[in-house]
């Protein structure tokens, strides 16, 4: 007789140049955050922002018995927060999901309340330019 192989689904999520990487398996409905608890995550606007998908997927009976494990590097605060939030989103979208391989209610919840839960934002910082100090700013020219 054969062990049951646990199902494991393996997500990333990204924003500005955060990367945030999400391992779903079957367990007790841990979630750490580089290996601490995602309760104790700080500041508060953080840790409310990231365990938006959980409460979603809470409210649908879709979070019971699992555990996920999310490493990040990169970015800011927010930008790691908001690779949390895709990342943890999009895996619970695939853990969930029967033969399709997707949770189509789940999903189409997600979508509804934020598309960035399941789509990375592509936008990235401007290069700065030469003759100024940033990206948009120059030097200034007078010609009197």
Same mark, same amino acid.
């Given at each position: ?15 500005? #140049? %955060?990367? !945030? *990487?999400?391992? =779903?398996?079957?367990?007790? @409905? ?55 939030? #895709? %990342?943890? !989103? *999009?895996?619970? =979208?695939?853990?969930?999901? @029967? ?46």
């Amino acid at each position: 007789m054969a062990a049951k192989k646990s199902k494991v689904v393996n997500t990333s999520g990204k924003r500005k #140049t %955060a990367v !945030a *990487r999400a391992t =779903v398996k079957s367990g007790k @409905g841990r979630v750490r955050v580089n290996s601490h608890p995602i309760e104790i995550m700080s500041p508060d606007l953080a840790r409310r922002k990231a365990m938006e998908p959980l409460t979603i997927a809470e409210a649908m009976d879709r979070l019971a018995k699992v555990d996920i494990i999310i490493s990040t590097n990169g970015g800011g605060m927010m930008g790691q927060t908001d690779a949390i939030r #895709t %990342a943890i !989103a *999009r895996g619970l =979208v695939h853990y969930n999901g @029967g033969a399709k391989g997707i949770d189509e209610e789940l999903r189409d919840e997600y979508l509804r309340f934020d598309r960035s839960l399941l789509v990375n934002d592509p936008r990235r910082k401007e290069a700065k330019h030469q003759m100024g100090r940033g990206a948009r700013r120059k030097r200034q020219k007078s010609y009197r």
